[in-house]
């Protein structure tokens, strides 16, 4: 029977054949990003600064290699980075927005979904023209690296989901590790990476995401992706009865553990699509799709009971 390859299979391959063909250096990046920095609100500040900064933002993002993996060009992971400055604190110091967005291809299509679509309101950084930024996991060397570096590792660990059952955990673990070894002075400088900051920062993004609490969530992510959106292009019907499974798991982590941000981010990233979806659904399904995303996003329970 034909078995459909997860990315790490389908990964392992291409190296296995590139390390035939070549003794050089895998150096494939994983990340395809579009990065911008939005100006519009400077008063003071040379905006050409600000032209330096996306040019160091866009070369730390594409060109570091973030894992052991090598990636075809077509297999890049498509996301959007958008700074947009807040405040203007000082000649070299700011407050910002990151918005960040990030999707995988769907099997068969030309289609791709959204994994991620999330707005961090809390990013303050310093930033000197023409200053590279540095990655390092085990060190800090400014914010602004850290945020962005924290963010490319949930981002590997959720399309590493999507393809194998929890197969970004190391990822996961790694943003972790980013957040961990944030020094005290500099998280406390800089907020969104302890849990007295609120309940919607970077800390409660990978509580979340590695709580024992929230296991079955990334097990339904990966039914949603690989066993129903991946399925859709040969048997639709199948592939939305597999979703609603999954959404039915989602619910119920939303019910053991309420208000968790990651249902939340869950609702920002796929409301839109799953809408569409179950607009093509039977009644009972559409039913069914109204009773349970009423109680996983019931602020927006209007805009589900449209569908029919």
Known sequence: MYKLL???????????????????????????CNVRVNVQKLQTVDPRVFETLEQSMNEFLNNQKWTNDYFELEERINCNFLLTIQEERGPNSFKADLAVQASRPVFGSSYETSILNHIDRDV????????????????????LSAVLSFYVYV???????????????????????????????????????????????????????????????????????????????????????IMMKSLEEINKVNQAYPNSMIV?????????????????????????????????????????????
């Open 155 to 241: 981002i590997l660990g959720l399309d590493y989901d999507s393809f194998e059952l929890y197969g970004g955990e190391a990822y996961l673990q790694t943003a972790q590790e980013i957040l961990n070894n944030i020094p005290q002075a500099a998280a406390t400088a800089n907020p969104g990476w302890r849990s007295l900051d609120g309940d919607r920062n970077r800390f409660w993004i990978i509580e979340n995401l590695l709580s024992p609490r929230v296991r079955p969530y990334r097990q339904a992510m990966y039914q949603y992706h690989r066993q129903a959106l991946d399925m859709m292009t040969t048997d639709v019907d199948a592939g939305r009865a």
């Open 124 to 143: 303050p950084f310093t930033y000197e023209q023409f200053a590279p930024l540095q990655f390092s996991i085990n060190g800090f060397n400014d914010n």
């Open 6 to 32: 997860n990315r790490f299979e389908m990964r392992n391959i291409a190296t296995f054949i590139i390390l035939l063909l070549s003794a050089g250096p895998l150096l494939a990046q994983e990340l395809n």
């Open 264 to 308: 939340q981010m869950f609702t920002n990233a796929k409301s839109a699509e799953i809408i569409e979806i179950f607009k093509k659904g039977t009644r009972l399904e559409q039913s069914q799709f109204i009773q349970v995303m009423s109680k996983i996003d019931a602020t927006n329970a209007s805009k589900y009971r449209a569908i029919k």
